[in-house]
């Protein structure tokens, strides 16, 4: 069964019409690229308490496995994303696909919707099955480590012996916990905007202000707002327009809206004159609500926050782990991950033995240059790919 965040909103770009089976193989039967599919990985054990008797996993795969199954490369979504990263409507589709920088021609790529989120994995929004109501808050509270640990189940189930992790913002520290925990797995990895950490003005703003906005929502209900058929709408707008700010840096904002009036009627009424900026925000924090799960904006954003690399035995351990080259790659204007946040944290692993190279994309996008930016980020991503394939014997064809 597919769990829809809402029963009255419409899910994002993909269909969630996926097929539900255990998975075997590279591929359903019959399933194309960029078709959703939806595998039971079974029951798992939450990093901080709490179980669960059967896990759905919903994904996307391009390309084929080759017969050694190490050809796959994995794309870890950000925060509101969902597993539709290439093809056509895809987040990343200007680096995904045939003869891009990731090549669907010769690797297999897999991208998943993270445990906890509203795209078709389970999550806050999902039967549970012991009482026929969502989950809600009493989901188990889910760690970055929880995501990996299902995304490995999966992947497994599809044959994969080795991989690429690549991903940006709470991507990157999908991709940091796959090459520090399961670096048996991990032949190289890509982390874009992130570093070890979340600093503290990013919990501040991106996480606290947004949660606590849904949560003083009337329409919340301590979470069980599906079962009163309800849904926190101001809430999950407030905290979408909180974290868009953090997306940008002042430049792009200044230099797309200044101080100009309102161009168009905004969304909630206004208190006096209204401008431009405000529209935006607006704007974006509605289109959110239409596809996204309150519930699922706490825990995703909740796990964002705790996520700490150098948990369970220091930095040094974790970063010492890994096995194959990793690429950093910083945004000059990003305040959410300093540019300088992720410098330092590649210095590090290089001081701890790895073979990490840093790359930043100077933009004044900010934080959101990881999906906008294709004309500097796809040539490092390239080219970080073809070297690690030179040195496996591979050359692009």
């Not at 297999?108 to 078709?120: A, D, H, K, M, P």
């Amino acid at each position: 069964m597919v769990h829809r965040a809402n029963v009255n909103k419409p899910q994002s770009s993909g269909d969630l019409r996926g097929r539900h089976l255990h998975v075997v193989g590279s591929r359903l039967p019959g399933a194309s690229d960029g078709e959703l599919q939806l595998a039971e990985i079974g029951p798992l054990e939450f990093e901080l308490g709490g179980q669960l008797d059967n896990v759905t996993i919903a994904y996307r795969t391009w390309g084929r496995l080759n017969e050694a199954g190490d050809n796959a490369m994995l794309i870890l979504h950000a925060l509101t994303g969902d597993s539709l990263a290439a093809g056509e409507g895809g987040w990343w589709e200007p680096v995904i696909g045939s003869k891009r920088a990731i090549d669907t021609e010769s690797h297999f790529v897999i991208c998943t919707n993270v445990l906890g989120g509203c795209q078709g994995s389970t999550g806050p929004s999902s039967l549970n099955p012991k009482t026929g109501q969502p989950y809600a808050t009493t989901f188990p509270l889910v760690t970055i480590g929880d995501m990996v640990v299902a995304q490995r189940r999966l992947i497994e189930q599809l044959g994969v012996t080795g991989v690429i992790a690549i991903g940006g913002s709470i991507g990157g520290f999908q991709a940091i916990e796959w090459a520090t925990r399961h670096p048996d797995l991990v032949r190289a990895t890509c982390v874009i905007a992130a570093a070890g950490n979340l600093g503290a003005q990013g919990i501040a703003i991106h996480g606290e202000v947004g949660r606590r906005a849904i949560m003083a929502d009337p329409n919340w209900r301590g979470g069980n707002y599906q079962a009163e058929g309800v849904f926190p709408e101001q809430g999950l707008s407030i905290a979408r327009m909180a974290a868009m700010v953090t997306y940008h840096s002042r430049d792009s904002l200044e230099n797309r809206f200044g101080r100009n009036l309102a161009s168009r009627p905004v969304i909630y009424p206004g208190f006096g004159p209204t401008f431009d900026v405000e529209g935006y925000l607006h704007y974006h924090g509605q289109a959110l609500t239409r596809r996204f799960d309150a519930n699922s904006y706490l825990y995703l954003t909740r796990a964002m926050d705790m996520y700490d690399v150098a948990r369970d035995g220091g930095e040094v351990k974790w970063l010492r782990s890994i096995r194959g080259p990793v690429l950093t790659v910083g945004i000059s204007s990003d305040w959410l991950f300093p540019a300088y946040d992720v410098k330092s944290f590649d210095l590090r692993l290089r001081a701890f033995g790895a073979d990490s190279i840093y790359h930043e994309i100077d933009s004044i996008h900010g934080h959101d240059s990881f999906l906008k930016d294709w004309d500097q980020l796809t040539p490092m991503i390239r080219t970080f790919i073809d070297a690690y394939e030179a040195l496996r014997g591979r050359v692009r064809v």
